[in-house]
């Protein structure tokens, strides 16, 4: 039977990015984003038709208990097993520390974090029954170093790394690996928009000398959900071009 994975914010962007490699690697996807389905609906047809493996789309809250709830149920029912868990989506809303509103340090902590914490609820014991499973969640490297303008966003990426590692403590034993990886600056529609200034700034501290692509980290997903990985559990791999050594 094929696997299956849920990617979480995958109608686009990185996301999408890591939905087509790991159905290139032959398994069934979930896409599940907070968009309208229409554009979860677009990516699911698109990787089905192009790749032939099954898909379904899912428009998901993923910082409600509730709505995560429901579409992990459904996508066990569906298709029958969840074999890979990516938890890839997360928001920013930037601002100076002081004058950041409650309503943006929360928001960002809600999806970023609160999100990752009601996936990984979910679909541990999905895979604990299964005693197979392998997670792989998105953080930053802004998770390791910090930002300056980004408390929220900085927070919520080094709380996804304690989640990852103390998850993969408690389920090793039921042959569930649980990793973290950690992107650099990776050329979106959403870091496209940024000032050519600030660009340049990024460029100048990457050693590499070159943006990070959407499939450099699907790259590094793929081989942490394959059978290559399994003996790589606790770790973050930063994706960075060297920014972060």
Not at 89 to 106: P, S
Request: proline share 2%.
């Amino acid at each position: 039977m094929a696997k299956t994975a849920i990617v979480t914010g995958s109608a686009r962007g990185i996301g999408k990015a890591i939905a087509v490699k790991l159905a290139k690697m032959g398994y069934n996807i979930a896409v599940v984003d907070a968009c309208p389905i229409e554009g979860s609906q677009e990516t699911a047809d698109e990787i089905k038709k192009e790749y032939g493996v099954e898909t379904k789309a899912y428009r998901c809250d993923v910082s409600s208990s509730e709505s995560v709830k429901e579409t992990v149920a459904d996508v066990a029912a569906t298709f029958g097993s969840i074999d890979a868990l990516v938890n890839n989506a997360g928001i920013t809303r930037d601002g100076f520390l002081v004058r950041m509103k409650e309503e943006d340090f929360d928001a960002v902590i809600a999806v970023n974090l609160k999100g990752t914490y009601n996936f990984f609820r979910e679909v541990v014991p999905v895979m604990s029954k299964q005693k197979y499973g392998r997670i792989v969640s998105i953080s930053s490297i802004v998770g390791l170093e910090g930002n300056a303008c980004q408390v929220n966003y900085s927070a919520s990426k080094a709380g996804v790394i304690g989640i990852t590692k103390s998850a993969a403590r408690e389920y090793a034993g039921k042959n569930i690996t649980c990793n973290a990886i950690a992107p650099g600056f990776v050329q979106t529609p959403m870091t496209d928009v940024l000032p050519e200034k600030v660009k340049e700034q990024m460029l100048a501290g990457i050693p590499l000398k070159r943006y990070g692509q959407v499939e450099d980290i699907a790259n590094a997903v793929g081989f942490l959900v394959s059978d290559d990985a399994s003996y790589i559990t606790g770790q973050v791999l930063s994706v960075d071009g060297g920014m972060h050594m």
